[in-house]
């Protein structure tokens, strides 16, 4: 075996074995790099990366919409990680020589393939094809409806109902799980993934069962009763019916590989 061929050979392993120091831009990307066993090599992540506990130690860089260019810079990172909505930030932080990767979250098939793009970007092909697998089973195992029927999931508990609802419209993983539940979703346009709607709209729309996605630890200040109480005002089937429910979970809004519980814990709930 020639030198150049053993420098090579040597040169390879050592990159391999050389540390990332990645900065991630959302808590999605953080609990995938963490799942994909890189938290030693991840040197800091965005606001609101709270799984796992390791992750709450690391430098915070910003909000995931907004980070700070000094705060990443600082961290010398060799690669930061976001999504489509990091684009612009994503540019700026290249300016400084500082390699990037972008990847989408919006559905199911987007969160298995990022997961994909990041296990071979760093080596962790085994890692990655057990956190895909996972998804798979969770999809293959998912409860179905025996009474198919219109869903409506709603982002956070509040007392005032007349404006500012936020809903899982289309294009978005919510919608994909209603899916396969074997349901619909009481919204059918198109046009949003997340739309806005008020009182008259959730009239309009219906829905024979609404579930409302909150977190008790982020907002304990809303009296749930109450709240609750509120939206059983509202003259729908769901109301009607006494279809109207909360999940408390902490990996629900999140879309990671932890999407696997989310598919499994929402079908439970649409399933009757």
Do not use: C
């Amino acid at each position: 075996m020639s030198i150049k061929i053993i420098f090579l050979s040597l040169f390879l392993i050592l990159s391999l074995e050389a540390k990332e120091r990645i900065v991630s831009l959302s808590p999605s990307l953080t609990e995938i790099l963490f799942a994909l066993d890189l938290g030693d090599e991840v040197v800091g992540v965005s606001s609101y990366s709270l799984y796992p506990k390791a992750a709450k130690k690391l430098p915070i860089v910003g909000s995931y919409t907004n980070p700070t260019l000094e705060k990443v810079i600082a961290l010398s990172p060799t690669i930061v990680i976001g999504q489509k909505f990091n684009a612009k930030s994503l540019r700026e932080i290249e300016r400084f020589g500082i390699k990037t990767l972008k990847v989408s979250l919006q559905s199911i098939s987007d969160i298995k393939n990022s997961i994909s793009i990041l296990a071979n970007k760093f080596y962790k092909q085994k890692e990655g094809d057990k956190l895909i697998k996972n998804i798979d089973n969770a999809i293959k195992n998912a409860k179905k409806s025996k009474t198919p029927h219109s869903v409506l999931i709603v982002y956070g508990l509040k007392n005032d109902l007349r404006s500012g609802i936020y809903i899982a419209g289309d294009n978005i993983f919510f919608n994909e799980i209603i899916k396969l539940s074997g349901n619909t979703n009481a919204y059918t346009q198109n046009t949003t993934s997340q739309p806005v709607l008020n009182y008259e709209n959730i009239i309009a729309l219906n829905p024979d069962q609404i579930i409302i996605l909150h977190s008790l630890k982020s907002n304990p200040n809303i009296d749930v009763k109450k709240a609750l109480k509120n939206w059983y005002k509202i003259p729908t089937n769901a109301s009607k019916n006494g279809k109207i429910s909360i999940v408390d979970e902490d990996y629900i809004h999140i879309p990671s590989h932890r999407i696997a519980l989310s598919i499994k814990r929402l079908t439970k709930e649409m399933k009757y």
